[in-house]
């Protein structure tokens, strides 16, 4: 073939250095968005200088699932759904350490979505990456939660005809203090969001729409992943503070993304610790993290 | 002269076109040849032109290709706006 | 190691099975709870959550018992000792993560409160029914230890030594209450922490680059452990894996890990069964029971023996791994065995396939809600010693 430039001098690829590089290749399919997370993930995680041994990663089941097993860092393969009550006993046992969710919509709005109110509910302090591609990939194609209507899945043949949740206005509605949509097409802005949300304390949340070109696009004619990343560039526009009730996901239509929610509530420690040291006073011995044997 | 340049693991690459559609610059194309599981990888066709602004390692979903600086980073130019001003 | 002295109430008390099983928890070095009320188990959370606050330790109540069940892994892998409880329908819940903590070998500590089923049940009544469930429950190979203490002095002693054991051999344990002993009020003695054995957590010290987070060490076949923040970047995962806990999902790889999921237990079954015997020797019928039912078969038994026949009594302390040897001993030297318990007919399973038809099996079954009367299970020992 025609020689591709390499150079000997060449620095290494920042995103190498957080990569189980003897997991390489990775399964993903070609055109597939979880890979362009992952290096913004890795991006923001240098620009925000966050503490790598201080970090872990928790995802469910799914195509996006598999993020915690090629990141080079304490990473935990859950069960279907349960990524965040996992996270939420990591958090609590473990209060320096900086706790990741990375996950798939179904996973984290089906069959997960009960612990995904609550922990926002309770503000426990977890950075929830939800890779939103608008169906469960990883079994095939079916219609999922954030499914919108009229496309089709392999569960709805004739096209889908039962509402999506809106995620951003339900993750507001349920006590999220940070709440970002991007696309895989806006890495720049999904990096910088996601560096802003490690700094962050509280349940904080961030969507990216991404492509799976193979079950979802295919199945409806949208084209490959280029197609789906040209179509994102085409349809989405930056509102920033939108009211999140507005940004629902349709088939075609309008892609709203931006910072939609930055607020400030104390979360699940802080309250905890301020109550019972009110309550208890000196008999309160806050637990400090790792206490066994 | 070039400012930047790209490093592209050719059999990491499964020619998704990201890097190539979203180079500012259109340094790249997807050349002809094969890699070893038959999928085209990038190569740059104006390696001039690259500023070494890593939005294609940003884009890579499969780790494959990154731009680096070969020179001081200097102010912005045209060629390397973000696509925040493109959305 | 000894008990770590701030969380150990030394002394005599008058408690409850819960509540000294909370006691049991904490002497074992617990400081971290989830759970989900129900009934008759909350009292333990209940006692743990007034607890935790003075002894350094997290209470969270969680939304439902899937995700109490996880979380208590969460918390593991974070670097503390933690435990769940429940009853039935939250145990049938907590199923999928019972799985996952033997597929994972995070060391967790069970507490069922069995009350009777199916379905809602009865709430507040006993039964002995979720035996079978607890060792079968969760889809796909594996092993666990089940514990059944027949009074709240056990409910105590039990929950130590089931943390004990989940660090020895990085496995879940349950503590299989049943509603009366959760329930019933007794004297407990909780020793010195000095006189508590307590195993600590297996942390590795082995080298960074190497070290392998699935790889077994030792007689208990059971690999070290690092945690989160250790800087050992370890990967857990439920899905089939090597020894460095990176998915592999071959048939080769697959055998190696579900074997030793399952060896490390079977191999050690005689040092982690536990029972307590009487008479045997000799004994032309033997009792077995566990739990509560040991308490009436206890009376059964003793009226027998007043009646002049030769029987003795075997009570499986450890339910899971089942004592096959015990059983494979006694059964050519007996006319029979009897069986009671609160359920109609799981543990007996056990027994007779251990039997191997060499002596008759007598079962006294019971649907639970109560307890046996003794005479229950005197009319079945008379019946087999004829
Ligand atoms: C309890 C349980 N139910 C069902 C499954 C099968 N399953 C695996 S992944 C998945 C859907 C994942 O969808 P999503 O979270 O959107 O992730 P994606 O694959 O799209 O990234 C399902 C239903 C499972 N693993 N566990
Ligand atoms: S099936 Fe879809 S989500 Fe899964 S790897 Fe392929 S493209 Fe990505
Ligand atoms: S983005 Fe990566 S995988 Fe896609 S064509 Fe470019 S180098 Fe290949
Ligand atoms: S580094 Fe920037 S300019 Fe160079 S090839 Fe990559 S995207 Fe184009």
New binding site residues.
């Given amino acids: 073939m025609s020689s591709p430039i390499v150079s000997i001098t060449a620095p290494a690829n920042p995103v190498e250095d957080f990569l189980r590089t003897d997991r390489m290749p990775h399964i993903w399919c070609p055109g597939c968005g979880i890979g362009t997370t992952v290096n913004c993930f890795t991006r923001a995680l240098l620009e925000s200088n966050t503490d790598l041994n201080k970090l872990s990663i928790v995802s469910g089941i799914g195509c996006t699932g598999r993020v915690a097993g090629y990141t080079n860092l304490d990473s935990f393969h859950t069960t279907h759904g349960r990524a965040i009550p996992f996270a939420t006993g990591l958090k609590l046992a473990s209060p320096d350490m900086t706790v990741v969710v990375y996950s798939g919509d179904g996973d984290l709005f089906a069959i997960g979505g009960n612990h995904l109110i609550h922990a926002a509910r309770r503000n426990i302090d977890l950075k929830v990456i939800c890779v939103n591609n608008l169906t469960y990939a990883m079994t095939g194609g079916q219609t999922g939660p954030a499914t919108p209507l009229d496309v089709i899945t392999a569960t709805a043949p004739y096209g889908t005809y039962d509402p999506a949740f809106n995620l951003p206005y339900l993750v507001e509605a349920a006590g999220a203090v940070f709440v970002a949509r991007w696309t895989t097409f806006h890495v720049k802005q999904l990096a910088r969001s996601m560096a802003e949300m490690f700094k962050k304390k509280g349940f904080c949340f961030i969507e990216v729409v991404s492509p799976c070109p193979t079950l979802y696009q295919r199945r409806n004619k949208m084209g490959d992943g280029l197609d789906t990343m040209k179509f994102y560039k085409e349809m989405s526009k930056t509102k920033h503070g939108a009211p999140t009730n507005e940004v629902g996901l349709t088939k075609s239509g309008e892609i709203i993304v931006g910072k939609f929610v930055d607020r400030e509530r104390p979360d699940f420690a802080t309250m905890m610790n301020a109550h019972l040291q009110h309550e208890l006073g000196d008999q309160y011995i806050q637990a400090e993290g790792p206490v066994c044997g | 002269m070039a400012r930047?340049?790209?490093s592209i693991v050719v059999e990491r690459c499964k020619a998704c076109g990201f890097?190539v559609e979203?180079?500012?610059?259109?340094?790249?194309a997807l050349s002809s040849a094969f890699n070893s599981k038959g999928y085209h990888p990038p190569h740059?066709v104006t390696p001039e032109?690259?500023?070494?602004?890593?939005?294609?390692?940003m884009?890579c979903p499969d780790f494959a290709?990154?731009?680096?600086r070969t020179d001081k980073p200097a102010a912005k130019s045209e060629?390397?706006k973000e696509p925040d001003d493109a959305c | 190691m000894h008990a770590d002295p701030v969380g150990v109430l030394t002394g005599a008390h008058f408690l409850d099975g819960d509540h000294a099983a909370c006691e049991g928890a904490i002497a074992a070095g617990a400081r971290f709870s989830a759970g989900y009320p129900i009934t008759p188990s909350t009292e333990v959370v209940e006692r743990f959550s007034h607890r935790a606050p003075k002894i350094g330790a997290t209470f969270i109540q969680m939304e439902d018992e899937l995700a109490a069940s996880i979380a208590i892994l969460g918390a593991v892998w974070g670097g503390v000792k933690a435990f769940t409880v429940t009853s039935g329908p939250g145990f049938s819940l907590m199923m999928e993560h019972i799985g996952y903590a033997a597929m994972t070998e995070t060391p967790c500590v069970f507490i069922d409160v069995q009350r009777g089923g199916p379905s809602t049940g009865l709430p507040t009544l006993p039964a002995q029914a979720d035996m079978m469930q607890v060792k079968w429950g969760s889809h796909g190979d594996y092993e666990i230890i089940a514990l059944c203490p027949n009074s709240p002095q056990e409910c105590f002693d039990l929950t130590i030594k089931a943390f004990n054991f989940s660090e020895q051999y990085r496995v879940p344990v349950f503590v299989m209450m049943d509603e009366v002993v959760g329930h019933m009020t007794e004297k407990v003695v909780i020793p010195r922490a000095e006189e508590i054995e307590v195993e600590p957590r297996r942390w590795t010290t082995q080298d960074k680059s190497s070290f392998q987070l699935f790889a077994p060490c030792g007689e208990e076949q059971t690999p070290e452990m690092a945690k989160a923040g250790d800087g050992y970047q370890v990967h857990v995962t439920g899905l089939t894996h090597d020894e460095r806990g990176y998915p592999n999902m071959t048939p080769a790889v697959q055998d190696r890990m579900v074997r030793r999921l399952v060896s490390k237990i079977r191999d050690n079954a005689e040092k982690i069964c536990l029972t307590e015997q009487h008479d045997i020797e000799g004994a032309d019928v033997v009792v077995v029971s566990y739990g509560i039912t040991s308490r009436v078969a206890q009376r059964a038994v003793e009226t027998a023996r007043a009646e002049g026949l030769k029987v003795g009594s075997l009570r499986l302390i450890t339910a899971w791994p089942f004592p096959e040897h015990i059983i494979r001993a006694i059964a050519p030297k007996v006319k029979g065995i009897v069986v009671a318990e609160l359920n109609l007919g799981q543990m007996v399973r056990e027994v007779e396939r251990c039997a191997g038809g060499q002596c008759r099996i007598a079962h006294v079954g019971h649907a639970g809600g109560t307890v046996h009367k003794p005479e229950q299970i005197l009319k079945a020992i008379q019946e087999v010693a004829r």
Wanted: charged share 15%.
């Fill in positions: 930047g340049s790209v890097c979203f180079c500012p610059s259109k340094v790249l740059a032109k690259c500023s070494g602004c890593d939005l294609c390692g884009y290709i990154h731009g680096f060629t390397e």
